[in-house]
């Protein structure tokens, strides 16, 4: 076995006479049999750096097979899915949550599907700048745009950093993105929070066109939410943390539901989500000149 093995962290274990519930982030499993000692035993020692075959040496309990039902259990990876500077910089736990949706055969091959990708970034730059670092480290290429630029090269996933509503950033993004086959994602960081998305992919229902429609019209309602901030607020890490998960997850195909059609509004102080929903504009001419024949978006 040529696989380096790691467990996903933090990982609890509860054994009780021959019978182990074993919790990853991601995944609950009760395993059973004489042998239960020894898996939890080998799941400890995977640590991501030794290889396979060298734990194997280890004890005679263990073995390939037990590995190999290991990474199918989704109670360990092969740590060669991380790349190896994400990892340096102790960013791997952002890619672990994703691994479930991704097939064994596909995690091997991570770090350079992860390579061929590009993210272009629009709007404020400064409270995304820990997920360009995050991506870079993964070997995503980043580009950052002025809101006057017309890309030259067509990126995987946009991101729109938003500060105000109609701030000249979001119709460049939202052109872009009618005009290529790119998900967009929009995140804003707030002064009790943020906002994050939605999450346009190329055949959502709407666009930011409808979405700021509906803005407008709620504007006599005093639901304009207009404050943006900079600097170094308390929820930034969790902030940057939530984005690059899902900007990774945009990049693999492996999209959250919770953002189809709705947008995340999160309170740090009070602990309060709300998702409002996002509705299409009945006659958007964004929308409309993406796919004027099919009408596939709304
Ligand atoms: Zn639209």
Redesign the pocket.
């Given at each position: 076995m040529d696989s380096y093995p790691a467990t996903y962290s933090p990982t609890g274990y509860g054994i009780h006479d021959d019978e182990a519930v074993v919790r990853t982030p991601h995944t609950l499993k009760t395993i059973q049999g004489d042998n239960v000692t020894a898996v939890c035993e080998l799941l400890a020692a995977m640590d991501g750096t030794t290889a396979a075959r060298d734990l194997l040496d280890r004890r005679d309990e263990w073995d390939a097979e037990t590995i190999e039902s290991l990474y199918a259990a989704g109670l360990a990876y092969d740590a060669r899915a991380i790349p190896d500077e994400l990892q340096a910089n102790d960013w791997g736990g952002l890619l672990e949550p994703i691994l479930p949706a991704v097939s064994q055969a596909r995690r091997q091959e991570l770090p350079a599907t992860l390579t061929a990708q590009s993210v272009g970034v629009f709007g404020e730059q400064e409270p995304v700048t820990g997920v360009c670092d995050r991506l870079r480290a993964a070997g995503v290429s980043v580009t950052t745009h002025e809101p006057s630029d017309t890309p030259s090269t067509a990126p995987d996933v946009i991101l729109l950093s938003e500060a105000l509503e109609r701030s000249p950033a979001w119709t460049t993004a939202n052109d872009h993105w009618a005009a290529a086959s790119a998900t967009l994602v929009k995140t804003r960081l707030t002064e009790t929070g943020w906002r994050l998305g939605p999450v346009l992919t190329p055949t959502a229902g709407?666009?930011l066109?409808?979405v700021y429609s509906r803005v407008d019209a709620n504007k006599a309602g005093g639901r304009l939410i207009s404050e943006t901030i900079g600097g170094d607020p308390p929820y930034l890490r969790a902030y940057t943390d939530t984005v690059t998960e899902l900007i990774f997850r945009a990049l693999l195909g492996a999209l959250p539901r919770y953002l189809d059609e709705q947008f995340v509004v999160y309170d740090h102080y009070d602990g309060n989500i709300e998702t409002p929903r996002v509705f299409?504009?009945p006659h958007?001419a964004?929308?409309e000149r993406a796919t004027p024949a099919e009408g596939g978006?709304r």
């Open positions: 709407a666009c066109d409808c299409a504009s958007c964004v929308c978006h």
